[in-house]
T-cell receptor
Framework: AQSVTQLGSHVSVSEGALVLLRCNYS??????LFWYVQYPNQGLQLLLK??????LVKGINGFEAEFKKSETSFHLTKPSAHMSDAAEYFC??????????????FGKGTLLTVNP | EAGVTQSPTHLIKTRGQQATLRCSPI?????VYWYQQALGLGLQFLLW???????NRGNFPPRFSGRQFPNYSSELNVNALELEDSALYLC???????????FGPGTRLTVL
């Protein structure tokens, strides 16, 4: 079984400050890992994904994440927060034991607030 | 390239009625997934369709069902609606069951 834990349901940063959103996963097979962002009253937008290539993954809007197998982590970072980054962020793990990505298991989400 | 589309945007039903939600995948994608995002429960996997067949379902009762059409669009049906079915229903599509899932804007279902 796969699971995802996002530490901190709410993170607040100042504009221009570092953004760090934490994600730890559990998977019995090499995982595919994803970060999605959800703006109010919208669907999910893919930020970035890890699928067993480079461990440092760069995504859209200046976000990046590093896969650390030893720590079972996939934390999301951005060097300088922008007001437009305010949204809810979801970490997800895919790839079941058969290799298929059919089912994504999501964390409970982290709401990012950016203060001026 | 057009993204995943869903209709309607909002749907209001009363308890006991049936709801039908629709999803059109990205062109070239054969897999469609349905997720429920209910308040306090997070995002939960509902159903996966690929090439017209139901491939897997999550831990939901049989009154949640659906189908995939020859053009790969999909329909989610929820029968005998209950108050706790109120949620945002998200559809996603991918090239097949191994590829990245791209999400639509969702259908907000409210059961009164």
């Amino acid at each position: 079984a796969q699971s995802v834990t996002q530490l901190g349901s709410h993170v607040s940063v100042s504009e221009g400050a570092l953004v760090l959103l934490r994600c730890n996963y559990s998977s019995s097979v090499p995982p595919y890992l994803f970060w999605y962002v959800q703006y109010p009253n919208q669907g999910l937008q893919l930020l970035l994904k890890y699928t067993s290539a480079a461990t440092l993954v760069k995504g859209i809007n200046g976000f990046e994440a590093e896969f650390k197998k030893s720590e079972t982590s996939f934390h999301l970072t951005k060097p300088s927060a922008h007001m437009s980054d305010a949204a809810e962020y979801f970490c997800a793990v895919g790839r079941n034991s058969g290799g298929s990505n059919y089912k994504l298991t999501f964390g409970k989400g982290t709401l990012l607030t950016v203060n001026p | 390239e057009a993204g995943v589309t869903q209709s309607p945007t909002h749907l209001i039903k009363t308890r006991g009625q049936q709801a039908t939600l629709r999803c059109s995948p990205i062109s070239g994608h054969t897999s469609v997934y349905w997720y429920q995002q209910a308040l306090g429960l997070g995002l939960q996997f509902l159903l996966w369709y690929d090439e017209g067949e139901e491939r897997n379902r999550g831990n939901f009762p049989p009154r949640f069902s659906g189908r995939q059409f020859p053009n790969y669009s999909s329909e989610l049906n929820v029968n005998a609606l209950e108050l706790e079915d109120s949620a945002l229903y998200l559809c996603a599509s991918s090239h097949d069951g191994t590829d990245t899932q791209y999400f639509g804007p969702g259908t907000r279902l409210t059961v009164l």
